[in-house]
């Protein structure tokens, strides 16, 4: 059996960032790692740019049942800490859009350089390794494919269960079920949604137009794309909002909330109305104008006769104006874990200290990134919770 101080399971974002924190304070870090390699996720996210943090960060841009529980650790490792690794390691990077940062390369650099960081403190990856049990007794005894190990630190950094083709896997919450540890109901977040098949007919044909809308639910709003697709819609602005239409996080993750979609979010358009009453356009070639022309046909098809803007009352013209800035959808479902990019619910955060992000129950025991109850916005948010989550156990196991 190996001794060694802190074994860490999971070789992604959160697990080689606490491995090389742990090994920076010259502890003695193995990282057991189910796939055949470390970092699949990496590779895979931004389009193969990673988008690996945000300029701006706060609690608010993260989905909890304990909201504030994130701020210790992003306080203690911001994405400044993280862009000046970035740049220590000479990988040029650009901000696209609402702060969200990219590599100008390749996700590789990042990998790369938290593979670099590992070595560079002594940290032993073993990939192709299968955890078949873990024992405690005063000490952590963890049988795997590879070997035994004996440790007085397990940091379970194994993800969640999105994506299931590289490798996710359900082991984070089978640990904390064996210590007793409380787990909040799971489901995919940042995911496509489906719409039933019968209601979405028109917009299946029209799959691959892209409009730039405002959607929302209640008080959260994003305002970005959403994409047609042949099921339903995607997106970033649909991908953000699907993290919300779980009320009360409910076992049943096809029970979704309905949520609104703004169509012309810059534009009044009871007002543009009223200044073209007189007009003989048809309303489809109206709002094309305005629109993409496929949506604009197929929404005005399902929802309305076209005819001359002159031919309608004003209370049609109400009508067409209200369903257009306040678009009511009801999703069927989701893609499922298959298509989320991420897990949300995971390990209660009530069981974590918000500074070690230790079990409160089992000493010496961590739980990181994305098996915890933390989820963040698309936008480079979950990586960034991945390096603040890692150090803050890496700095602590």
Known sequence: MKEVDVLIIGAGAAGMMCAAAAGKRGRTVS?????????????????????????????????SGNPEFCKSALAGYTPEDFIELVSEYGISY?????????????????LKMLSDECKKYGVKIITDCRITEINHNGRFEIKSSYQNYSCSSLIIAS?????????ATDLAYRV??????????????LVPLRFNEKEWKEFSGISGVSVDCSVSK???????????????????????????LNDNFADNCNKLAAFEVDLLPDIDLLKLFSENTGSKILLSNFLSALLPKRFADTFTGKYFSSKPINQYSGKEIKYISDKIHNWKLIPSGTEGYEKAEVTAGGIDTSELSSKTMESKKVKGLY???????????????????????????????
């Open 31 to 63: 990282v057991l790692e189910l796939s055949e390699k470390p970092g699949k996720k990496i590779l895979i996210s931004g389009g193969g740019r990673c988008n690996f943090t945000n300029r701006i960060v706060s609690y608010e841009n993260f989905i």
């Open 94 to 110: 650009h901000e696209k859009k609402l702060g969200q940062l990219f590599c100008d390369g390749s996700s590789r650099e990042i």
């Open 367 to 397: 739980f990181i990134g994305e098996a915890t109850d933390v989820t963040g916005w698309l936008g480079g948010y979950n990586f960034q919770w991945a390096w603040s989550s890692g150090v803050a156990a890496g700095k602590h196991c």
């Open 218 to 244: 209640g008080k959260i709003k994003f305002r970005e794309n959403i994409l047609f697709t042949h099921k339903g819609l995607s997106g970033p602005a649909i991908l953000q909002i699907s993290s919300y």
């Open 159 to 167: 993800g969640g269960l999105s994506i299931p083709k590289i490798g």
């Open 176 to 189: 904390a079920e064996q210590f007793k540890i409380k787990i909040c109901n799971t489901f995919p977040a």
